[in-house]
């Protein structure tokens, strides 16, 4: 077991953060080079950089889920069903598919975008949940015949159909475009789901499914290996690319490793955060107000719209911060969820 382990976890893990390093070095140049670009508003005056390095990330978790296919065909017996792997794969692809389309759309001069001019538009907000439900529809295929759910608290509750059809495309819209809305600071993305990747990991490893181990590993280390590029000060803005596949990515292994309370524990920062977004219909900038001496100031005063807002609020906070605190929150909730999970609560 140890050696199939290392075969089918280990070396995929290698494989994607070498790929998702290499992929987005080249990224930041070509990106640039093609005008897909963001502008980063944190700093003392906007700095432009490459948009979109998710695609980094997609392209090593896609690698990755290959590797371990290919040694499934030529090399041990697999222990994952290839299908639900190539559901994953297929999943991502289309909801950074998607993301790409929104970061692509970048225009010469600033227009109103949120509640910013900014030189990114991106898509209209009704479109983003149409788009990604495009997204689901693989996971929905290959979870025809389950139906049961853990719900904190009440346990397990045997939903039927419904759950393929209805609970699946719900979560993984809900998931990829809470994820979108919850950033605009260097490493504050990348930060917090490496941080709840890593819960779902260990999480797996310790109660869940071998599907489940394997695609947060994975998630993992193409998160990590992408990090160093957005820490401050960011060489590359993840992009709708990033946010949507990770969502999809954190979706599929809360589906599919039988991980969903878990995971609902670890998901509340986003959750709160879209609530709080909706207050004001989405049109909500998560950036502050960058005073002389590098602290941000909350855009809306008092008002809270964003948990970012929120640390603004509470303290002078740099951007690098606003980041930390965050993560900070996101290491809370997983160490919430763990002990809910001890407690027999989960």
């Not at 640039?32 to 950089?49: H, V």
């Not at 998931?175 to 809305?181: E, G, K, L, P, R």
């Not at 970012?308 to 690098?320: P, Q, S, V, W």
Request: charged fraction near 15%; hydrophobic fraction near 55%; proline fraction near 4%.
């Amino acid at each position: 077991m140890a050696y199939h382990t290392f075969q089918t976890i280990i070396i995929p893990a290698i494989v994607v953060f070498a790929i998702t390093y290499v992929a987005t070095k080249f990224l930041m140049g070509y990106l640039f080079g093609a005008g897909i670009i963001a502008e980063d508003r944190n700093k003392e005056k906007p700095i432009k950089l490459a948009s979109s390095g998710g695609l980094g990330v997609s392209f090593g978790i896609i690698f990755g889920i290959l590797t371990y296919i290919f040694g499934a065909s030529f090399i041990f017996q697999a222990v994952i069903d290839i299908n639900k792997l190539f559901a994953v794969a297929l999943s991502i692809i289309l909801i950074a598919l998607v993301g790409f389309i929104d970061d692509i759309n970048v225009k010469r001069e600033r227009v109103k975008s949120t509640d910013m001019m900014d030189i990114r538009e991106g898509l209209k907000q009704w479109q983003k949940p149409l788009l990604t439900l495009i997204g689901a529809l693989p996971l929905m295929a290959i979870n025809i015949h389950a139906g049961a759910i853990n719900i904190p608290f009440i346990g397990n509750v045997n939903f039927g159909i419904i759950y393929p059809l209805i609970i699946i495309p719900l979560a993984v819209i809900f998931i990829s475009n809470a994820v979108n809305i919850l950033g605009g600071f260097d490493g504050l993305q990348p930060g917090m789901i490496l941080i709840a990747s890593f819960g779902l990991m260990i999480y797996s490893i310790l109660y869940g499914s071998y599907i489940g181990a394997f695609l947060s590993v994975l998630l993992f280390a193409s998160v990590l290996a992408f990090l160093p590029f957005n820490i401050f000060p960011a060489k590359i803005i993840p992009g709708d690319s990033f946010t949507y596949a990770v969502g999809a990515a954190f979706a599929a292994i809360a589906i599919m490793g039988n991980a969903e309370a878990f995971a609902l524990i670890i998901f509340i920062p986003w959750i709160v955060e879209f609530f709080l977004h909706l207050r004001r219909k989405f049109k909500v900038t998560d950036l502050g107000i960058r005073q002389k001496d590098g602290t941000m100031k909350a855009p809306y005063g008092k008002k809270i719209y964003s948990l970012t807002h929120l640390i603004m609020n509470i303290k002078k906070a740099k951007e690098t911060d606003v980041t930390i605190y965050l993560c900070a929150i996101e290491i809370f909730f997983v160490l919430l969820a763990f002990g809910l999970k001890f407690l027999g609560l989960l």
